[in-house]
């Protein structure tokens, strides 16, 4: 199994309606990608949270299911939109 995680600090100006809509269209990547086994995403809650506001984790059944994630078209077309607005950090490992 192949653990990828991510949290994102939004940069100034980003509306609820653009988080909310990060969170729906992140959430559908579950449907696209038949490399995501599991998904959850959502808007922190967390007072401990150091900034980031939105974030989630994903399965994949190994690192090479993992590594055809970045590069697939329903995810480069989120990322294009997505990585303006965002300060994103990444932790991904095997389990």
């Not at 199994?1 to 994102?8: E, G, N, S």
């Not at 090479?64 to 490992?93: C, M, N, R, T």
Request: with cysteine; hydrophobic share 40%; aromatic share 10%.
């Amino acid at each position: 199994m192949y653990i990828h995680m991510f949290a994102f600090r939004m940069k100034p100006g980003v509306t609820a309606a653009q988080k909310q809509r990060m969170v729906q269209e992140i959430r559908a990547l579950q449907a696209q990608i038949p490399e995501i086994l599991e998904s959850w995403i959502g808007i922190n809650e967390s007072p401990h949270g150091g900034g980031y506001e939105l974030g989630g984790t994903m399965r994949f059944a190994n690192k090479e299911s993992f590594d055809k994630y970045g590069p697939h078209p329903a995810h480069q077309k989120l990322v294009s939109w997505l990585k303006p607005l965002i300060e994103a950090i990444e932790v991904d490992f095997p389990c």
